[in-house]
C-alpha cells in the first residue's frame, strides 16, 4: 500500500510537462465542476484540476483495472499508468461519447497490457471453438457486485477477459478478436465457456450455503 502511494504520489506531481510551470497559472476551480469544465481546466495545466480528474475516477478505474488483473498491486499499475496516458492524451479528447467511457478504454487497453506482461493469454485461451451449451445471457447479473468479482477473478485469464470485455465493457466480438488477437469464434467459445464456469461456481456456491445450515437453527425455530 506505501509503494502504491508513493507511486501516487509521483503521478500526481510529476504530469504532463505543461504542468511543470502550471504553478502561476493554475485555476482556481469551485469543488464541483462537470467534466467539460474540468477537462478544460487541465488542458490549460491547472494542477488543483488535474488532482481532481484523478479523484473523481480513480476508484471507478481501480475496479475497471481489477476486473482484469488478480492482483491488487498490478491493478493499480495499470491505473497509474492509465492516468498518465490520460493526461497526455487529453487534446485528443474530441467530447465524442462520455469522458468517462474515453478513460475506460484507455484503462482497459492498459490492463490488458499488464495482463499480457503477468498471465500470456496466448496460453490461456483456448482456440479450440468447441460447442458449449448455451447459459442464461444475464446469470451473472443476479450477483452482488462484490460476488461477481470475487468470482470472476477465479475464472483462467482467458475466459476472464473476454468476459469482461463482451458482458462488462460492451464490446462486440469482431472488437474483442482485434483486440487480443483471437477469431471472432475463440471470442465468442470463451464467452460461453466463461459463463457456464461461472454458473457452476454460483450452483456450487449457492448448494455450500444451504449445507451449512445448522440443524440447531431448525430446532430453535421450531421448523426441523
Known amino acids: 500500500m506505501q509503494l502504491f502511494r508513493t507511486a501516487q504520489a509521483t503521478l500526481l506531481a510529476t504530469l504532463p510537462s505543461t504542468i511543470a510551470n502550471a504553478q502561476s497559472t493554475a485555476l482556481l476551480l469551485p469543488k464541483a465542476v462537470n467534466d467539460a469544465e474540468l477537462i478544460s481546466a487541465c488542458r490549460q495545466g491547472s494542477v488543483r484540476a488535474q488532482k481532481q480528474l484523478y479523484e473523481r475516477f480513480a476508484g471507478l478505474m481501480l475496479t475497471v483495472c481489477l476486473r482484469y488483473l488478480r492482483q491488487r498491486t498490478d491493478a493499480e499499475e495499470a491505473m497509474l499508468m492509465g492516468f498518465t496516458k490520460v493526461f497526455r492524451a487529453l487534446d485528443q479528447y474530441r467530447h465524442e461519447g462520455s469522458f468517462e467511457g474515453w478513460i475506460r478504454r484507455i484503462m482497459v487497453n492498459e490492463a490488458l497490457g499488464q495482463l499480457r506482461r503477468k498471465e500470456p493469454l496466448h496460453l490461456a485461451i483456448d482456440d479450440m471453438v468447441t460447442d ?32 469482461n470485455l463482451y458482458a462488462v465493457e460492451g464490446y462486440n466480438h469482431p472488437e474483442i478478436a482485434e483486440l487480443l488477437g483471437i477469431s471472432e469464434g475463440t471470442s465468442k467459445s470463451q464467452l460461453s465457456k466463461a459463463r457456464a464456469m461461472l454458473q457452476r461456481r454460483l450452483g456450487a456456491a449457492s448448494a455450500q450455503a444451504s449445507s451449512n445450515s445448522s440443524p440447531k437453527e431448525y430446532y430453535a425455530t421450531g421448523r426441523y
Open 132 to 163: 458449449v451449451p448455451s447459459t442464461q445471457a444475464d446469470a451473472e447479473s443476479n450477483l452482488a457486485a462484490a460476488d461477481l468479482m470475487q468470482l470472476l477473478s477465479e475464472l483462467p485469464a482467458g475466459y476472464r477477459t473476454v468476459f
